[in-house]
């Protein structure tokens, strides 16, 4: 029998969850619980990561803060879709939308410097997975576009 480990406690305003960008310029911490989390395949995650697909999180806008570097982010958006933050010294992914106003802030996972105290629960966008590498079957929800359509 397989045991799996218990998940770490998620961030709350007593114990935040801290995150940044691979130069240290961007750091951010994360005071409330993910809401959701999961991989993205569609092709303006695979061109911006250089990856088959990114995994997010996404926490109430209340429970983020930017704690240096807001002179660093720079923003590309694509035609179709949401703007995405970067560094503009190393060009780490950092965030989608809007991190400031919009409701929720999409926060990448590998931006955090520990567990997140959640696990993907779903792959989206598996319409436009990488050919080169396969979306495993590994029982999470999949959509064949956005989550939200």
């Not at 395949?41 to 240096?68: E, I, K, M, W, Y």
């Not at 703007?83 to 106003?101: E, H, I, M, N």
């Not at 997140?116 to 396969?134: K, L």
Request: charged share 20%.
């Amino acid at each position: 029998m397989m045991v799996v480990p218990a998940l770490p406690d998620p961030p709350t305003p007593d114990a935040p969850l801290q995150g940044g960008c691979l130069c240290g310029a961007v750091r951010f911490e994360l005071t409330a619980p993910f809401l959701s989390a999961g991989y993205c395949h569609c092709t303006h995650c695979q061109r911006r990561t250089g990856t088959g697909s990114s995994a997010n999180g996404r926490v109430p806008q209340d429970g983020f803060r930017l704690l240096a570097g807001e002179e660093q982010l720079r923003s590309f958006k694509p035609p179709q879709g949401v703007p995405k933050l970067f560094c503009a010294t190393c060009g780490s992914a950092l965030f989608s939308g809007d991190p400031f106003s919009d409701p929720q802030v999409a926060v990448r996972l590998g931006t955090l410097d520990r567990d997140p105290g959640i696990r993907p629960q779903y792959r989206q966008f598996v319409d436009s997975a990488a050919s080169w590498e396969p979306v495993p079957e590994d029982g999470l929800a999949r959509h064949p576009r956005s989550r939200g359509s």
